[in-house]
T-cell receptor, first 116, second 115 residues
Framework: DQQVKQNSPSLSVQEGRISILNCDYT??????FLWYKKYPAEGPTFLISISSIKDKNEDGRFTVFLNKSAKHLSLHIVPSQPGDSAVYFC???????????????FGKGTKLSVKP | DVKVTQSSRYLVKRTGEKVFLECVQD?????MFWYRQDPGLGLRLIYF???????EKGDIPEGYSVSREKKERFSLILESASTNQTSMYLC??????????????FGPGTRLTVL
């Protein structure tokens, strides 16, 4: 059973508008969450993360919101740019310093298309 | 900057061949991982390693093995390649320390086609 779900396989947004990518998780032991961005024929690159002691983390145009009670997080991109077009993966883990609990559990990804 | 390199960007092999995918990281990371990425299935963990000569099965280890003889190098082996192993293979590494615990750094990927 999927522990991390990204229910929207794709999202299309106009340049300059807000992109909102959603992610749900089921394991209450997860306490650290990451977003990765992936262009075709390249490896994923880290975008932004949040620990469970926070409900918001911001980095430039990117903000991640965490709602622990709903087991839901979202990535907001404002304003969206054509170069943001990529696949975005949500990942979750239990924060520790070794052992399989430190593995990342990935969602299936959401393909974002930002149209000029 | 962390660098994770993979031996090949594109590889074409025949069914039944033995295939080696090599991954090297230059940041002295303890942890290394092999994933495969398929459309609609996301990233699936094949094997991982938290130390030299140590390996653990991920979610889909069948048909694969790994080797970690040196800290910086993690190899994925397909003993007898099959067409259902056609995929994008991604290697990653991470440190067990701070600041962003569990953040993984990925290589560029190897697109393997098995004919």
């Amino acid at each position: 059973d999927q522990q991390v779900k990204q229910n929207s396989p794709s999202l299309s947004v106009q340049e300059g508008r807000i992109s909102i990518l959603n992610c749900d998780y089921t394991n209450s032991m997860f306490d650290y969450f990451l977003w990765y961005k992936k262009y075709p024929a390249e490896g994923p690159t880290f975008l932004i993360s949040i620990s469970s002691i926070k409900d918001k983390n911001e980095d430039g145009r990117f903000t991640v919101f965490l709602n622990k009670s709903a087991k839901h997080l979202s990535l907001h991109i404002v304003p969206s740019q054509p170069g943001d077009s990529a696949v975005y993966f949500c990942a979750a883990s239990e924060m520790n310093y070794g052992g399989s609990q430190g593995n990342l559990i990935f969602g299936k990804g959401t393909k974002l298309s930002v149209k000029p | 900057d962390v660098k994770v390199t993979q031996s090949s960007r594109y590889l074409v092999k025949r069914t039944g061949e033995k295939v080696f995918l090599e991954c090297v990281q230059d940041m002295d990371h303890e942890n290394m991982f092999w994933y495969r990425q398929d459309p609609g299935l996301g990233l699936r963990l094949i094997y991982f390693s938290y130390d030299v000569k140590m390996k653990e099965k991920g979610d889909i280890p069948e048909g694969y093995s790994v080797s970690r003889e040196k800290k910086e190098r993690f190899s994925l082996i397909l003993e007898s390649a099959s067409t259902n192993q056609t995929s994008m293979y991604l290697c990653a590494s991470s440190s067990s320390g701070t600041p962003r615990v569990n953040e993984q750094f990925f290589g560029p990927g190897t697109r393997l086609t098995v004919l």
